[in-house]
């Protein structure tokens, strides 16, 4: 059975603080792993990572994947109010094989 | 473009109701899918399509039904409402590609099944 964990379950936080989130993962046929962000509505996409040691950046996020350890990692430095959310992570394999994580809640405080 | 669409934001059902979640996307995207999302367990994949016609099961598909009769819609009917239902109901879709699903979700649906 396809799994995807991820940890913390919840952070807090002080704005300025750099933060570092953790997804882990067994799947079968692996395709690709996706990081979203999730403020109390649908989630909205961020990253997706389908190569090793190849950074994806956006602004203060940054996510890399290891496929051989089988894990990835979602960092934002300089943390803001505005990051506060769940993150989610998503691993993707076959039509079938969508699996979430049960996230991050990340709490940044002014 | 409206993106993924999804009617209606909420609903009350009674146990043994049942009712029809509609989704719609008009990015002409392959493949669409249905999540329920509960405290603390992530979004689970309830059914999914990869085309008109093609509808299989994902994780937790017991109680709900699905048909794909075009590419744009993708309704979720559940046929005899539970308490066990009481959750946020989200569609997603995506264009495949090369085999990764990058998914857009709907703004979801809050059920309530008392």
């Known amino acids: 059975e396809d799994k995807v964990v991820q940890s913390p379950l919840s952070l807090v936080v002080h704005e300025g603080d750099t933060v570092t989130l953790n997804c882990s993962y067994e799947v079968t046929n692996f395709r690709s792993l996706l990081w979203y962000k999730q403020e109390k509505k649908a989630p909205t996409f961020l990253f997706m990572l389908?190569?090793?040691?190849i950074e994806k950046k956006s602004g203060r996020l940054s996510s890399i994947l290891d496929k051989k350890e089988l894990f990835s990692i979602l960092n934002i430095t300089a943390t803001q109010t505005g990051d506060s959310a769940v993150y989610l992570c998503l691993s993707s394999g076959s039509a079938r094989q969508l699996t979430f994580g049960s996230g991050t809640q990340l709490t940044v405080l002014p | 473009n409206a993106g993924v669409t999804q009617t209606p934001k909420f609903q009350v059902l009674k146990t043994g109701q049942s009712m029809t979640l509609q989704c719609a996307q008009d990015m002409n995207h392959e493949y669409m899918s249905w999540y329920r999302q509960d405290p603390g367990m992530g979004l689970r994949l309830i059914h999914y399509?990869?085309?008109?016609?093609?509808?299989d099961q994902g994780e937790v598909p017991n109680g709900y039904n699905v048909s794909r009769s075009t590419t744009e819609d993708f309704p979720l009917r559940l046929l005899s409402a539970a308490p066990s239902q009481t959750s946020v109901y989200f569609c997603?879709?995506?264009?495949?590609?090369?085999?990764?699903?990058?998914?857009?979700f709907g703004p979801g649906t809050r059920l309530t099944v008392t």
């Open positions: 399509s990869v085309g008109a016609g093609i509808t």
């Open positions: 389908t190569s090793s040691g």
């Open positions: 997603a879709s995506s264009r495949p590609g090369t085999g990764t699903y990058e998914q857009y």
